[in-house]
């Protein structure tokens, strides 16, 4: 009878362990998955947009259809209510926009700083982490030969 129990036991820890296991791979793979954002920036807009995320008094999450939005402000500073999101950082998944009234011209985003491409140009540079959580992502809106400046300053 106690060996019974003793096998019992052993049994259902493991489908424990498994299952918990299980699901916390599900967890990791659900954040890895490419999600599709917008950003809609000002129009002519030029310099630094630094957005952070889970901000409690950041502006409220709006999507169209399954895609996340962002507009950002005139101060290039936006804090939004979504979460920081590393399925995104495939190029493919983001569209950015200068806006002016309902008209949008898209920019094009690069990867290399020695890429050969003319007029405005958005550049991921960084993110922005606090207590090494990330907390915010850094962009510079620029041509790429003004994006020199930023490095330079130490901006970049």
Not at 8 to 32: A, M, P
Not at 53 to 80: C, H, M, Q, W
Not at 98 to 127: C, Q, S, W
């Amino acid at each position: 009878m106690q060996h019974s129990k003793t096998k019992y036991f052993i049994i259902g820890f493991f489908i424990l362990l498994f299952s918990c296991n299980s699901r916390s791979v599900q967890d990791d793979h659900q954040q890895d998955k490419v999600v599709e954002e917008i950003y809609l920036i000002p129009d002519n807009f030029i310099g630094t947009i630094d957005i952070y995320f889970d901000a409690d008094d950041g502006a409220e999450k709006e999507y169209k259809d399954s895609v996340r939005i962002f507009r950002i402000p005139e101060n290039g500073i936006l804090k939004t209510k979504f979460s920081y999101c590393k399925g995104t950082y495939l190029k493919d998944g983001r569209k950015y926009y200068y806006v002016n009234n309902n008209h949008r011209t898209e920019l094009p985003m690069i990867m290399n700083i020695n890429a050969e491409i003319e007029g405005i140009v958005v550049f991921k540079d960084f993110d922005i982490k606090e207590n090494n959580k990330i907390v915010g992502s850094r962009y510079y809106v620029d041509t790429l030969k003004n994006l020199n400046k930023y490095i330079e300053l130490g901006i970049y």
